[in-house]
């Protein structure tokens, strides 16, 4: 007898098939094709069952300033995660009390433990004074981040200085993610629109070269396994695969591959962000290389403001979008809409992240591993509303109507959200 059986379609990065799943304590014990016995079950018959969903790459804005809990903290953000399906998240470290110090991210993980709802994992800011301090840092995290322009929260690193943090940074073995845009086309293309006021304009403040330049800076640096956050660009994917062996790896949101610039028109600031949304080639082009299975991780890039702040002008309205808790509708839409192999999805936002984060007790459905199972309803359409999300934030995905939605979540073997509504 089991704590929990959940049976149906099994969906692991290598195979699909049908089975159940016995679950006892926090741990997967048994998976059998035929049927096992539990003090709870659940039938999933009618969906896909994946290893729990991770995301690599959240802001959920809190730290001990408390200074932008109205946009998000470990609660409501954690919350979110659930409702979307994802049970672990990682925090990235641009935050009022930016996460640069050893002090700065032990304040953020003892916050994190008090309030998050699930494992919350934490970057660390690389910057021009803290390059010395990085790997001290190192047993408290599981990897750093580096900016190569001014983005939220003002961690910009210019690239005389990446060389001499990443030789700190490599000897820790933990990863090493880059947002990538080019400081010097952003100011000179701010400066050259300064006149206008139409959300539009962000486009082309932050435009398609600023992405490539970054990059291709980047790459020729010749560090290997480097990792590419929120990539807009197929141009820019094929520069980081020629590199060292396709060594490096990157990062797509659902908002890259769902909106185009004609959207800014109807969504207004809601759909700002850092990079941009992209032509309709390029978004064409980018779900392309995600059927084919060459990109390597999904991530939402969660990033929340209030409505009042993505009501403001075009210049002072921040930019970020808030995604978690619509990651299972997205992963609906890539899987009905767009034929997508739920191998690869469940490759992409369960296995690959689980190795780029050395978790090895999770990402796979196998016996040994960590209770964490997301249970998809392909079935089920959803229309978004404000009153079934979760974030703090301003979402442009209200309105929108999805083929699927979230059914079951499962954390550790308990069951954190149920019919689409969060338990915890």
């Not at 006892?24 to 039938?43: F, H, M, P, S, V």
């Not at 001499?164 to 086309?185: L, M, N, R, V, Y």
């Not at 921040?318 to 995604?323: M, N, Q, R, T, V």
Request: aromatic residues 8%.
């Amino acid at each position: 007898m089991y704590d929990l059986v959940v049976s149906g379609k099994i969906v692991n990065p290598d195979k699909i098939f049908g089975g159940y799943i016995g679950i006892n304590g926090d741990a997967i014990e048994a998976i059998r094709k035929y049927k096992l016995r539990g003090r709870r079950t659940i039938d999933a018959s009618s969906c896909l069952i994946f290893p729990g969903l991770i995301d690599l790459h959240t802001h959920l804005r809190e730290d001990g300033s408390h200074k932008w809990d109205y946009k998000e903290d470990f609660t409501s953000g954690t919350r979110a995660a659930i409702h979307g399906g994802v049970t672990t998240v990682v925090d990235m470290p641009n935050t009022p009390e930016p996460t640069v110090t050893l002090d700065k991210i032990k304040e953020k993980k003892r916050l994190a433990r008090e309030k998050g709802k699930i494992e919350v994992l934490f970057y660390a800011g690389v910057t021009r004074d803290n390059i010395r301090q990085l790997k001290e840092m190192a047993d408290e995290i599981i990897g750093y981040k580096i900016f190569t322009c001014e983005s939220t929260g003002g961690l910009y690193l210019p690239y005389e200085f990446i060389k001499s943090a990443t030789k700190q940074i490599i000897p820790t073995g933990k990863p090493i993610s880059f947002h990538c845009e080019d400081q010097d086309i952003n100011e000179e293309m701010k400066a050259k629109f300064s006149s206008y006021s139409s959300p539009e304009i962000h486009c082309e403040v932050r435009p398609a070269l600023s992405e490539i330049r970054a990059v291709m800076k980047v790459v020729s640096l010749e560090i290997p396994n480097l990792n590419f956050c929120h990539v807009s660009l197929p141009k820019s994917m094929n520069i980081i695969k020629g590199y060292f062996n396709s060594s490096h790896t990157c990062e797509v949101t659902p908002h890259h591959l769902l909106f185009n610039r004609n959207y800014v028109k109807v969504k207004g600031n809601l759909i700002k962000s850092n990079p941009p949304v992209r032509d309709e080639e390029d978004r064409q082009a980018l779900l392309e290389t995600l059927k084919r299975g060459e990109i390597d991780f999904g991530a939402s890039d969660h990033a929340p403001h209030s409505e009042k702040e993505k009501r403001e002008d075009v210049w002072n309205a921040p930019s970020g979008i808030p995604s978690l808790d619509n990651t299972g509708n997205f992963i609906s839409w890539l899987i009905v809409k767009q034929y997508v192999d739920p191998r690869i999805i469940a490759r992409m936002y369960s296995f690959a992240p689980s190795r780029f984060l050395k978790l090895e007790d999770r990402g796979e459905i196998k016996v040994g591993n960590r209770a964490n199972i997301t249970i998809l309803n392909t079935h089920k359409p959803e229309k978004i509303t404000s009153d079934n999300l979760y974030t703090k934030g301003a979402s442009p995905y209200v309105g929108m109507e999805f083929p699927g939605r979230v059914e079951y979540v499962i954390y550790k073997g308990e069951v954190i959200a149920e019919n689409g509504e969060v338990l915890v």
